[in-house]
Each structure stands twice: as C-alpha cells, then as structure tokens.
C-alpha cells in the first residue's frame, strides 16, 4: 500500500502533453494573396486565396472540389513596390481538407510546386523574405 504525504500527494506521473513534430522540410509564412488557377488541361481561370506558403507549396482555399494528384497551373498576385507582380508555377494537390469551409464554398488543399521558373522562384524567396521580417 502506498502512503501519501501529509500535505497531500500530487503523484509521480507529471502532466501528459501532445509533442508535434514538424514534419516540413521548409518553413511555411502566413500571406494571404489572390490566386489564378486553371487545370493544366483546362483554359478556365478561377480564382483562390493563398493562406500560406513556403518555397515547397501553398496552403490555397479554392471554390471546387479536387481530387488529390490534380495538376494545376497557378498564378499568385501581389503588389510589389506600386506594381502588381505575379509568381507562375505547376501545383499539385497533395492533400485535401474538404470540409474545412465547405459551407462558404471553399475548400482546403496543400499544393506542392512541381515545376516554377527560376525568375519566378527567386520572387517567391523574395516575398517569403518580405513576410518573414
């Protein structure tokens, strides 16, 4: 039998915690931009929101449903200095959270670049810069 102290005894188990291990290879910026997007064999642009980026994808809110391994083409717009600029890359869903705002017509996805200029990667660094300050 275990005897307790006299000032009561707390236990030797401490507190049980969630430990999150960051599984990212690059670290992700919160942005929020306007995205144009089309299939990679469609010619209809629609229009997003980026939440997140880094130099390996975008977190994107999108109004239509897709299923994960869709190519995309996409376009990020920003203003840099008094310039509207954008940054073009392939993106393809590699994970979907289709419920996250379904009810207000959007939905979740994590994009990864499969292809993206050089020119347009080094203003994609350049903006991650800009935000990461």
Not at 15 to 38: N, W
Request: charged share 30%.
């Amino acid at each position: 039998m275990r005897k307790s102290n006299q000032a009561g005894e707390r236990g030797t188990h401490g507190k049980m915690g969630v430990l999150a291990v960051e599984r990212r290879r690059h670290p992700r910026f919160s942005i929020e931009l306007p995205l144009d997007y089309c299939h990679t064999d469609g010619k209809e642009i629609l229009g997003g929101i980026v939440a997140n980026a880094s130099e390996g994808g975008i977190l994107v809110y999108l109004p239509e449903r897709l299923p994960v391994g869709t190519l995309l083409k996409i376009e990020i717009l920003y203003v840099r200095g008094l310039e509207l600029d954008t940054i073009k890359a392939i993106g393809k869903v590699v994970w979907a959270d289709l419920g996250a705002r379904e009810s207000w017509g959007e939905h979740r996805y994590g994009l990864q670049f499969q292809s993206i200029d050089e020119k347009d990667f080094a203003r994609l660094m350049g903006l991650l810069r800009e935000v990461g300050k």
